[in-house]
């Protein structure tokens, strides 16, 4: 079962998943302009695993908030799925020094992908494949 209000299939999400993990193995050593992730990120890997975190986490595979760690429920409750999206806010605008260990990407990718995941962002965070990037 999916949170409450997702706009995206269990299939959609797992071809996702499936994508972030494709990106996380491409061996970047630097900018690939074709690649998936690069239109928005400076580290694809970051962002693909903030992709990927997102996914598990929604799907019931990932038992701790990926931003927070904080142990939640399944399916997540609104309320869980608000306090990561904050966290991932408060990251990216790097309002609190200690977060700095999440980098922003991944914060970014993870914003991104609940956006998608909910419908209010048709732009998926990794385009399919055969996708026209340029």
Not at 11 to 22: G, S
Not at 29 to 43: A, Q, V
């Amino acid at each position: 079962m999916l949170p409450e209000g997702f706009r995206r299939t269990r299939e959609e999400i797992e071809r996702l998943l499936d994508q972030a993990q494709v990106e996380l193995d491409f061996p970047w050593k630097e900018h690939h302009p074709d690649r998936m992730l690069t239109m928005w990120c400076s580290r694809p890997p970051e962002a693909a695993r903030g992709v990927k975190e997102c996914c598990l986490w929604v799907l019931g595979r990932r038992p701790t908030g990926p931003l927070t760690g904080r142990t939640t429920s399944y399916p997540l409750s609104k309320e869980e799925l608000a306090k990561e999206n904050f966290r991932a806010r408060d990251v990216v605008e790097q309002l609190i020094p200690e977060w700095q260990q999440i980098g922003d990407d991944y914060a970014a990718a993870f914003i991104a992908t609940l956006k998608w995941l909910r419908g209010s962002d048709d732009e998926r965070p990794i385009a399919e494949p055969g996708t026209k990037l340029h």
